[in-house]
């Protein structure tokens, strides 16, 4: 069975200052990774993901990821954060091998930006 | 492109009430899903249709929730009789051929009472 793990529920920073958010995950079979973003009372928006070839994925608004196969990791980044990044944020799994494409989620991580 | 369209937005009831939720994905996916999502926590697969057969509702609670997706399109969830746990938001996805990339609507945020 697969899980995630985001090992921060809270990240407060202030604003134009690097960030990241951290995801772990477990399967035994390969995956597919993802990034959401839910901003407050909205659906969630696709950030990036990674299907295969390299593990540094950039995706919208200035975010990007690597994905790490011996750490089982997908750690978000952003070098400089702005005001309006503040939102919810959401790794998640989906296997390769035949779940449909079905996600797993982690809790989620708050990221906060300060003036 | 039209996004996923959610109804209602809102929904207060009490418990042991029954309440439905509605679901028009992007024209053309082939797969919807439902997601139920607690406060404090990521969403949760609870149904996955492809075109209108069911592929996955193995963590769907069918002595109370209901789903169908008639014609291929539209969807609709229910419960009945709602519980106080049901409290949560209730997302609705799709997503084309492909399914890597699920595009989410702006959810049904339920209260139970």
């Known amino acids: 069975a697969q899980s995630v793990t985001q090992l921060d529920s809270q990240v407060p920073v202030f604003e134009e200052a690097p960030v990241e958010l951290r995801c772990n995950y477990s399967s035994s079979v390969s995956v597919y990774l993802f990034w959401y973003v839910q901003y407050p009372n909205q659906g969630l928006q696709l950030l990036l993901k990674y299907l295969s070839g390299s593990t540094l994925v950039k995706g919208i608004n200035g975010f990007e990821a690597e994905f790490n196969k011996s750490q089982t990791s997908f750690h978000l980044r952003k070098p400089s954060v702005h005001i309006s990044d503040t939102a919810e944020y959401f790794c998640?799994?989906?296997?390769?091998?035949?779940?449909?494409?079905?996600?797993?989620f982690g809790k989620g991580t708050k990221l906060s930006v300060k003036p | 492109e039209a996004g996923v369209a959610q109804s209602p937005r809102y929904k207060i009831i009490e418990k042991r009430q029954s309440v439905a939720f509605w679901c028009n994905p992007i024209?053309?996916?082939?797969?919807l899903y439902w997601y139920q999502q607690i406060l404090g926590q990521g969403p949760k697969l609870l149904i996955q249709?492809?075109?209108?057969?069911?592929?996955?509702d193995s963590q769907l609670p069918k002595d109370r929730f209901s789903a169908e997706r008639l014609k291929g399109v539209d969807s609709t969830l229910k419960i009945q009789p709602a519980k106080l746990e049901d409290s949560a938001v209730y997302l609705c996805?799709?997503?084309?051929?492909?399914?890597?990339?699920?595009?989410f609507g702006p959810g049904t945020r339920l209260l139970v009472l």
């Open positions: 996805a799709s997503s084309s051929e492909s399914p890597e990339t699920q595009y």
């Open positions: 249709f492809q075109n209108n057969g069911v592929v996955d």
């Open positions: 998640a799994v989906s296997d390769l091998g035949g779940s449909q494409g079905n996600l797993i």
């Open positions: 024209s053309g996916h082939a797969t």
